[in-house]
């Protein structure tokens, strides 16, 4: 069997540690078991470039990890990766900064990244590549001589063509997409707007699954990213869980209360939801004093004046729909800018008898299952999840909103707070029968099917990637 080396920006922590960020908790769930190599970032900076390796063992997984400079961190994290891309891929033009140094920057890490990784390349290795971080991973690679099939999973969205063109060097990043063997994306509408891309911008041609450009051919396909819903839905029951979800229902003293929890960004959509839930408040009078928002909301991306805004933004705002709802025994929204293991969140989802998921654009968005999961079968909460979201496409029994209206989400939250039982427990054993069939096992071994049997249909190696004439296998 292949050994396989996951490369992301963003390496663990392995264990019961808060992450908060659905990729790291994704690939610990999905490598624990196959153990292999995890490579990538070790989450420090320091003043000069250094690409020594550190190497730690925690179980059968060996953590490979490199420092980033502070130019590096500056050009390439907060820069290319978190000015340019990240806006961009969630549809937020008005967002993006493009900086020639800032791309030199990303290109000079996913370069020296793989330099770095090439010596721990083994003969029989599947090479698994994510995130909008490392887009010229594999062209890199390749460069250098590796020949082993090496994969691409998106974690966000892919733009539409027409905003992804607004970037300078759009083609020059698409083009070495074309290096890896497969690309996986999180939905079907992701997929089909990379094929759109290829087919409208670079005259390239699409057959089935392949899209054919740059004399290359490269394999896409949607692979829903899930989560490992039967340890989720016990960690209610562990210590940890079960401490949190006490307390939230002691403190609520039979009181209702409606849960968020997202990374302190600006996708997320935190600023329109704290508005409809004060229309929600403004509507319905029998809901004060009686329901209350705990927004979870650890900071992410603290050197990015965006996300220092939406901070700001974000306090006043509590500030003001405390201060107009407020009672002395009853606070209308709690706001915590920290994060807690995921135990401890299992608790407070279930203790939780809404879950508002209303990102503006989300990849998947592995809080909408988590929450699902967390549920007492037996009188479970609902789920209120923006269209926008990946998770959307799977999650059709939630109550769906459009996270642009906040008139159709406050209408939402009381559709949801007064939903009777039957039906309550009728949409959450449609909703769980999805997040347990389409788990992270299911993910993972997905992808890593199409990934091995690029190696046996012989296209791997960068250069052999279909015919000259355009045909695909
Ligand atoms: O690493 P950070 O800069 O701290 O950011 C955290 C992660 O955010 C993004 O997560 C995405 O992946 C999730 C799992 O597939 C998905 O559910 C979510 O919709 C995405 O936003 C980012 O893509 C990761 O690279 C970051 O590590
Ligand atoms: O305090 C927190 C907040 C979030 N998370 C985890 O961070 C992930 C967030 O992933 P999601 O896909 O929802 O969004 P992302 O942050 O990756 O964009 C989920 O697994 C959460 O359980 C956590 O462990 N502790």
Known sequence: MSRLIVVSNRVGPIGDAA???????????????????????????????DTRLKLESAGPLTLATIDLSADDFD?????????????????????VQYDRDNFAGYSRVNAAFAKALLPLVQQDDLIWVHDYHFLLFAEELRKLGCTRPIGHFLHIPFPPRELLTTLP?????VKALFAFDILGFQTEHDRDRFFDYVRMEVGGSILGDKARCFNRTVTARAFPIGIDAGTFANFAST?????????????LR????????????????LPERFNAFERM?????????????????????????????????????????????????????????????????????????????????????????EYVAA???????????????????????????????VQGMADAMNVALTMPLDERKDRYTKL??????????????????????????????GSLHGDQNGAVA
Request: glycine residues 10%; aromatic residues 10%; hydrophobic residues 40%.
């Open 19 to 49: 992450r908060a960020g659905g990729l790291a908790v994704a690939l610990v769930e999905a490598l624990k078991s196959s153990g292999g190599i995890w490579f990538g970032w070790t989450g420090d900076v320091i003043e000069e470039a």
């Open 75 to 95: 050009a390439y994290y907060n820069g290319f990766a978190n000015r340019s891309l990240w806006p961009l891929f969630h549809f937020r033009t008005g967002l």
């Open 169 to 173: 060097n759009h083609e020059e990043l």
């Open 239 to 251: 210590d940890d869980g079960q401490k949190q979800f006490a307390s939230m229902r002691d403190m």
């Open 254 to 269: 039979g009181r209702r209360q409606i849960i968020g929890v997202d990374r302190l960004d600006y996708t997320k959509g």
């Open 281 to 369: 408040l403004e509507d319905h009078e029998e809901h004060r004093g009686e329901v209350s928002l705990l927004q979870v909301a650890p900071p992410s991306r603290t050197d990015v004046s965006e996300y220092q805004d939406l901070r700001l933004e974000l306090e006043g705002m509590a500030g003001h729909i405390n201060g107009r709802f407020a009672e002395f025994n009853w606070t209308p929204i709690r706001y915590l800018n920290r994060s807690f293991a995921r135990q401890a969140l299992a608790g407070l989802y279930r203790a939780s008898h809404v879950g508002l998921v209303t990102p503006l654009r989300d990849g998947m968005n592995l809080v909408a299952k």
């Open 375 to 405: 549920q007492d079968p037996e009188d479970p909460g609902v789920l209120v999840l923006s269209r926008f979201a990946g998770a959307a496409k799977q999650l059709t029994d939630a109550v769906i909103v459009n996270p642009y209206d």
């Open 432 to 461: 769980m029968k999805v997040i347990s069939e389409e788990d992270i096992g299911h993910w993972r071994t997905s992808y890593l099917e199409a990934l091995s049997s690029v190696e046996h249909a012989g296209v791997t190696g």
